[in-house]
Every structure is written in C-alpha cells, then in structure tokens.
C-alpha cells in the first residue's frame, strides 16, 4: 500500500511540474524556481505537486521508521512537513528578493530546511543501508543518487547565493529542477525497496496474536 501511493504521489508531482513549465510561459525554467510558478495562471499545478511530495514523502517516512531506521525516517517526516508548509505558503513573484513577503519568507525557510533535513536522511540511510545484507544487491543505485543528489544540493545552494547576492545569473531553476528530480528518483527507489524489519514484524505479529486470542476467547464466552 505504501509503495504504492508514494509512488502515485510522486508520479502526480512529476506530472504537475512538467506540464506547469509547458503551460506556464511566463517565466524562464532556467533561472525561476517551481515554486515561483505559482504565481503564474495555471499555478495551482505546482500546488497540487507538492502537496503530493508531501504526502508521498510522509508514507515514505513512516515506512522507514517501520524498518528500524527511526532518525532518518524523523528527517523525512521534516521534509515533508516543510513541503507541506511551503505549499501552504507560497511564494512571491520573480524580483523580490530585497523585500520578500512573510508568505515568501516562510516559504523560502520551509523549503531550505526542508532540502537540508533530506539531503542529511539520504546520506544517513544508504550509508546505513549499505552495511545491510539484505540491501547488498541494490546499495548501487541509492548510493549513486544519494551522492548526485548531495553534490547537486550543494551547486543549488551556490546558485541561489549568486541569484541572491552576486552576479545573478546562476541557473538556478535549472539546479533545482535537478535536486527535486535525484531526490524523487531516490524516494521512489526507497518506496519500492523498503521493508519492516525482523523486529518490527515480529511485534506486529504478536499484537496480531493477542487481537485474535481475545476475539475467539471472547467469542467462546
């Protein structure tokens, strides 16, 4: 249930994306942000697509805290608390970087906070998945997203700086497009692969156990 509606809500974010750069001619995919498109007419797609990061990234979380990896799941469950936040709360119009609103700060907070928490989730799971047996065959292709994801946080962040403050004009859409395609690509990955651990399937067993002793005790009464 949960790999599939992550990757239902990945798939409806990618799509929403996608077709708000195509229908949104306004702003070049280059230089602005997604998130800037929602000032745009059809902006309620980039909305819809990360709500759906966000819900996805939730059912993501919750089944890698059902693993075992419990700090790691908390950090995906701050990133998708701060897309939701950055969908509630979106942002300004290109240009206003001198004198943003408080929805546009909150946005801004929201979203670096979030990206952080899930660049630090990433590294942490797969190099902890990697000294798992049961991940030997596929630590590969995590850990090569978890590293392309990594170097590209870090260009992202240089290129909002210069966007900010220096010679404006690092492609910074074009990074973050980048970030948000690693990062998707690796939830999907984590969606599909993911399985409680040992531990955690034996107590859901056992409490399965008791429910059905009392049902048929109660039953026989």
Do not use: Q
Not at 72 to 98: I, K
Not at 151 to 169: G, P, S
Not at 194 to 201: D, I, Q
Request: aromatic share 8%.
């Amino acid at each position: 249930m949960t790999k599939t509606f992550s990757l239902a809500c990945f798939a409806v974010a990618v799509l929403a994306f996608a077709v708000s750069d195509m229908v949104n001619g306004g702003y070049d995919p280059l230089t602005e942000t997604v998130s800037r498109y929602v000032n745009l007419p059809h902006g309620w797609l980039v909305t819809v697509g990360l709500l759906a990061v966000a819900a996805g990234s939730a059912a993501v979380a919750v089944a890698v805290r059902t693993a075992g990896s419990g700090r790691g799941g908390w950090l995906l469950h701050l990133w998708a608390g701060c897309v939701l936040v950055a969908a509630v709360f979106p942002a300004d119009p290109p240009g206003n970087w001198s004198r943003p609103s408080l929805s546009d700060g909150v946005h801004g907070v929201a979203a670096w906070v979030g990206f952080l928490a899930l660049a630090v989730a990433i590294v942490r799971l797969t190099t902890t998945w990697r000294r798992e047996p049961a991940w030997a065959s596929k630590a590969p292709v995590p850990t090569v997203l978890a590293r392309a994801s990594a170097v590209a946080f870090v260009l992202f962040a240089v290129a909002f700086v210069d966007r900010a403050a220096l010679t404006h004009t690092a492609p910074l859409g074009l990074v973050e497009r980048i970030v948000i395609a690693l990062d998707l690509a690796w939830l999907a990955l984590v969606a599909t692969s993911v399985k409680p651990s040992p531990s955690a399937a034996g107590t859901t067993a056992r409490a399965t156990d008791r429910t059905t002793d009392r049902t048929t005790a109660g039953d026989a009464r």
